[in-house]
């Protein structure tokens, strides 16, 4: 628990050392200023320090207060914290305050060292004001001071982006006015803050600094180009452009006054929906390393260097591609040279488009292609840490691969498999070491999501779960950990939210209708854009599997086929829903929906009435091809296989890129409710089929009247 005071943590002849709890509150803003206050009536003290404790200045205010998650923050209150403390108490202060920042220095923790005459940090303290990222603006004057110390241009960029400068970088904005070793910080800070007082360094106030802003004709035309990249980014949410309004104020007119405006802005933002939503992302993304039964345990992830992967085509090149860009030495291991020189060429074309698209330089290149060898046995298994699995879908194949591996590698090894049409255990069935046996997944579009699942059965040991874990936060995925089921739980939601705006295209609304409403709604892409980059063959293959699977409740499309026969692929040949130039960039085309959909929809014996779905509204779109997906969402968690649904939440913001904002698919449904979701998917699978059957969970949700979600009890997080 954050501590509720600020503390002396020193003194001498001359100066005196104020510490700052790990999270600001306004219980922290009472007794910093009660100190602040004290120590300013004494004579004996010529400066202040204030700093953190154990190397982290702060993490800012504490977000459960905004969201409506916790009490509730009058603007009276805001205000004092911001103009009575931060400004009339420290900035105003006859003694100077010096702030020697190591760590983090985020939020309301940075406006406090903003506000003070000078700062001194680390090179690799990491300082920003990321207030926006829940919904609110920053409201300890961080509007103000930031672009009167760095300039519009780069403190807009800083704010808009919630972007976090280490020391270095920070000193070179004059964000902070010197560097210093962790071990000397509060010796220089002191020292800096003596030369303040007998005169040696200039007594700054920052809320008053002009030098660094722009002139006027400039600064207005910067913040008009933020207002037009704020709206173009995010259409669908209002708290960038009040802040850029708040920070304009200051500097046509009056910064004091603007700290008003600012309060006044934090008090509305804070109970806005939005706010509420990026809370409850921003908890979400720190539950999923809460794991019943292993946190507790205080694991320490073992070092993965060596990953073989086993077979698979395009997959496997995808992964390998990823693996070796992240510094992992990989063996591919093939049937035959044929499908190895495949693999590796293929894995070469992807290194060298990270190259093209300016993501990877040709030196990234050359190195990373000489972590990548190729294989034809298992003689080199020797030393390898991980095996991912990605075979054709052979139960037997996959047996044998699996003993073949208890025998060729080490006793460490962890060994997955990717398959989705058998469960783990009667993969490593001819093995003795299920406890080394997992699967990891990542998303339908490997690369490019910042998301990966991680499955276990019961017999995977917690130190495998904990280094499955850790190798994915290493490859910058987030991961959460389900439970081994048939299939690939998250991406099984993801193929039906997919299959949805197949089918309604189908029946006659127009796929770039469906594109739009969705990415309106603020989806990252339309479904028909991500099928594009998933690309048709794999799509087809993976979608032929969830129908083979899961036949009550798929939808079994031929749009696809058609498209396939008319040589269209997706974005990899130029031509799929979309049609792409040579730098990728899509255009529609005008062709798609009498050539080849309508053809689709007479192959499909579609036998509702075709012109209804024509008439849907961009909200009505949105729901039937969002709800499927949430339904399947819920039978997930009914199934016991996620910890709690804010993982799924997670899933569908970092997975399929559902927008932020919105807090995720489960989360989202809180706006209209169980019972609501029950009705409609009833409606829609009376007039068209099982597959929008509401699952027994939706049924006994809205049964009760209470929301989709699920919790669980763990509380400790580190792993
Ligand atoms: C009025 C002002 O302008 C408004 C503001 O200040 S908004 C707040 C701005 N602050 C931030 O954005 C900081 C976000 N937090 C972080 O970046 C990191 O948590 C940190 C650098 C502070 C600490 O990192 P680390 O040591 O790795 O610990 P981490 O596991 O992330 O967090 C520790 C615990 O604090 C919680 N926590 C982190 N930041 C929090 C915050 N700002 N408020 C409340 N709780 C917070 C975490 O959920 C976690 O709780 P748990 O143990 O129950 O899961």
Same mark, same amino acid.
């Given at each position: 628990?954050?501590?509720?005071?600020?503390?002396?943590?020193?003194?001498?002849?001359?100066?005196?050392?104020?510490?700052?709890?790990?999270?600001v509150?306004f219980?922290?803003i009472?007794?910093?200023?009660?100190?602040?206050?004290?120590?300013?009536?004494?004579?004996?003290?010529?400066? !202040?320090?204030?700093?953190?404790?154990?190397?982290?200045?702060?993490?800012?205010?504490?977000?459960?207060?905004?969201?409506?998650?916790?009490?509730?923050k009058?603007?009276?209150e805001l205000g004092f914290m911001s103009i009575q403390f931060v400004?009339?108490?420290?900035?105003?202060?006859?003694?100077?305050?010096?702030?020697?920042?190591?760590?983090?220095?985020?939020?309301g923790?940075?406006? !406090?060292?903003?506000?003070?005459?000078?700062?001194?940090?680390?090179?690799?303290?990491?300082?920003?004001?990321?207030?926006?990222?829940?919904?609110?603006?920053?409201g300890l004057?961080?509007?103000?001071?930031?672009?009167?110390?760095?300039?519009?241009?780069?403190?807009?960029?800083?704010?808009?982006?919630?972007?976090?400068?280490?020391?270095?970088?920070?000193?070179?904005?004059?964000?902070?006015?010197?560097?210093?070793?962790?071990?000397?910080?509060?010796?220089?800070?002191?020292?800096?803050?003596?030369?303040?007082?007998?005169?040696?360094?200039?007594?700054?106030?920052?809320?008053?600094?002009?030098?660094?802003?722009?002139?006027?004709?400039?600064?207005?035309?910067?913040?008009?180009?933020?207002?037009?990249?704020?709206?173009?980014?995010?259409?669908?949410?209002?708290?960038?452009?009040?802040?850029?309004?708040?920070?304009?104020?200051?500097?046509?007119?009056?910064?004091?006054?603007?700290?008003?405006?600012?309060a006044?802005?934090?008090?509305?933002?804070?109970?806005?929906?939005?706010?509420?939503?990026?809370?409850?992302?921003?908890?979400?993304?720190?539950?999923?390393?809460?794991?019943?039964?292993?946190?507790?345990?205080?694991?320490?992830?073992?070092?993965?260097?060596?990953?073989?992967?086993?077979?698979?085509?395009?997959?496997?090149?995808?992964?390998?591609?990823?693996?070796?860009?992240?510094?992992?030495?990989?063996?591919?291991?093939?049937?035959?040279?044929?499908?190895?020189?495949?693999?590796?060429?293929?894995?070469?074309?992807?290194?060298?488009?990270?190259?093209?698209?300016?993501?990877?330089?040709?030196?990234?290149?050359?190195?990373?292609?000489?972590?990548?060898?190729?294989?034809?046995?298992?003689?080199?298994?020797?030393?390898?840490?991980?095996?991912?699995?990605?075979?054709?879908?052979?139960?037997?194949?996959?047996?044998?691969?699996?003993?073949?591996?208890?025998?060729?590698?080490?006793?460490?090894?962890?060994?997955?498999?990717?398959?989705?049409?058998?469960?783990?255990?009667?993969?490593?069935?001819?093995?003795?070491?299920?406890?080394?046996?997992?699967?990891?997944?990542?998303?339908?579009?490997?690369?490019?999501?910042?998301?990966?699942?991680?499955?276990?059965?019961?017999?995977?040991?917690?130190?495998?779960?904990?280094?499955?874990?850790?190798?994915?936060?290493?490859?910058?995925?987030?991961?959460?950990?389900? !439970?081994?089921?048939?299939?690939?739980?998250?991406?099984?939601?993801?193929?039906?939210?997919?299959?949805?705006?197949?089918?309604?295209?189908?029946?006659?609304?127009?796929?770039?209708?469906?594109?739009?409403?969705?990415?309106?709604?603020?989806?990252?892409?339309?479904?028909?854009?991500?099928?594009?980059?998933?690309?048709?063959?794999?799509?087809?293959?993976?979608?032929?599997?969830?129908?083979?699977?899961?036949?009550?409740?798929?939808?079994?499309?031929?749009?696809?086929?058609?498209?396939?026969?008319?040589?269209?692929?997706?974005?990899?040949?130029?031509?799929?829903?979309?049609?792409?130039?040579?730098?990728?960039?899509?255009?529609?085309?005008?062709?798609?929906?009498?050539?080849?959909?309508?053809?689709?929809?007479?192959?499909?014996?579609?036998?509702?009435?075709?012109?209804?779905?024509?008439?849907?509204?961009?909200?009505?779109?949105?729901?039937?091809?969002?709800?499927?997906?949430?339904?399947?969402?819920?039978?997930?968690?009914?199934?016991?296989?996620?910890?709690?649904?804010?993982?799924?939440?997670?899933?569908?913001?970092?997975?399929?890129?559902?927008?932020?904002?919105?807090?995720?698919?489960?989360?989202?449904?809180?706006?209209?409710?169980?019972?609501?979701?029950?009705?409609?998917?009833?409606?829609?699978?009376?007039?068209?089929?099982?597959?929008?059957?509401?699952?027994?969970?939706?049924?006994?949700?809205?049964?009760?009247?209470?929301?989709?979600?699920?919790?669980?009890?763990?509380?400790?997080?580190?792993?």
């Open positions: 628990m954050p501590r509720k005071t600020a503390v002396e943590i020193g003194a001498d002849a001359t100066s005196f050392f104020l510490s700052l709890s790990c999270f509150t219980l922290v009472l007794s910093l200023k009660e100190n602040i206050e004290g120590v300013l009536s004494r004579d004996d003290v010529k400066a !202040i320090v204030i700093t953190g404790l154990n190397g982290k200045f702060s993490g800012g205010f504490d977000v459960t207060v905004f969201g409506g998650i916790q009490g509730k009058t603007k009276k400004t009339d108490t420290l900035e105003a202060a006859k003694k100077p305050l010096v702030a020697a920042i190591d760590g983090p220095a985020f939020g923790g940075l406006e !406090i060292a903003l506000a003070c005459h000078a700062r001194i940090s680390t090179s690799s303290a990491q300082l920003g004001l990321t207030e926006l990222q829940y919904g609110i603006l920053p004057g961080g509007t103000q001071r930031l672009p009167r110390l760095v300039g519009l241009q780069k403190a807009l960029e800083m704010i808009l982006m919630s972007k976090r400068v280490n020391g270095k970088e920070a000193l070179r904005l004059s964000l902070v006015d010197a560097i210093s070793p962790a071990d000397k910080l509060l010796k220089v800070a002191r020292q800096w803050s003596l030369d303040i007082f007998e005169c040696r360094r200039p007594w700054v106030l920052s809320l008053y600094k002009t030098d660094k802003l722009e002139p006027m004709g400039e600064a207005k035309a910067i913040l008009n180009s933020a207002r037009i990249q704020a709206q173009r980014q995010n259409p669908n949410v209002m708290h960038p452009l009040v802040c850029i309004d708040v920070i304009e104020q200051g500097i046509v007119s009056d910064p004091r006054n603007a700290l008003w405006k600012e006044e802005a934090l008090q509305e933002l804070r109970q806005s929906s939005t706010c509420r939503s990026l809370v409850h992302t921003f908890f979400s993304q720190r539950q999923i390393f809460k794991i019943p039964g292993i946190s507790l345990m205080n694991l320490q992830p073992r070092k993965i260097s060596k990953v073989a992967i086993i077979g698979g085509g395009l997959m496997s090149s995808e992964i390998a591609t990823m693996l070796i860009l992240r510094n992992y030495q990989v063996i591919l291991k093939e049937k035959n040279e044929k499908n190895l020189s495949e693999e590796i060429s293929r894995a070469k074309e992807n290194l060298q488009n990270q190259v093209k698209h300016g993501k990877a330089t040709q030196n990234d290149l050359e190195k990373a292609f000489s972590l990548l060898s190729g294989v034809l046995d298992y003689d080199n298994f020797k030393e390898v840490d991980l095996v991912i699995e990605t075979e054709t879908e052979s139960l037997s194949l996959k047996q044998e691969i699996f003993a073949e591996l208890e025998k060729w590698c080490p006793q460490h090894c962890i060994f997955t498999s990717n398959s989705s049409t058998f469960s783990l255990r009667s993969v490593g069935e001819r093995t003795k070491c299920q406890n080394r046996i997992a699967r990891v997944h990542f998303c339908l579009l490997p690369a490019g999501m910042p998301f990966m699942e991680i499955v276990r059965t019961e017999g995977t040991s917690p130190q495998v779960t904990v280094d499955l874990i850790d190798f994915g936060r290493k490859l910058r995925k987030t991961p959460i950990v389900v !439970i081994d089921r048939k299939g690939c739980t998250v991406n099984d939601m993801f193929v039906t939210y997919l299959l949805a705006a197949i089918l309604l295209s189908e029946r006659g609304v127009e796929v770039y209708k469906i594109d739009q409403a969705l990415e309106s709604f603020g989806m990252q892409f339309g479904p028909f854009r991500i099928i594009d980059m998933i690309g048709f063959q794999a799509f087809v293959a993976i979608s032929k599997m969830f129908v083979e699977r899961i036949p009550d409740r798929s939808y079994k499309s031929i749009l696809l086929s058609v498209l396939q026969h008319h040589e269209r692929q997706g974005r990899c040949n130029g031509k799929g829903f979309y049609k792409y130039d040579n730098c990728g960039k899509a255009y529609p085309d005008p062709e798609l929906n009498n050539k080849y959909i309508k053809k689709a929809g007479n192959l499909s014996n579609v036998t509702v009435d075709a012109a209804k779905p024509t008439k849907l509204s961009d909200t009505e779109i949105v729901e039937m091809i969002l709800f499927p997906a949430l339904n399947e969402a819920c039978r997930i968690i009914f199934e016991g296989i996620v910890i709690r649904s804010s993982d799924l939440d997670v899933a569908s913001v970092l997975g399929i890129g559902f927008p932020t904002y919105r807090g995720g698919i489960i989360y989202w449904s809180n706006s209209f409710g169980s019972k609501y979701v029950h009705s409609r998917l009833e409606k829609w699978s009376e007039e068209y089929g099982d597959f929008f059957k509401p699952c027994d969970y939706i049924l006994q949700k809205s049964a009760e009247g209470i929301s989709l979600e699920k919790e669980t009890n763990e509380t400790k997080s580190k792993l």
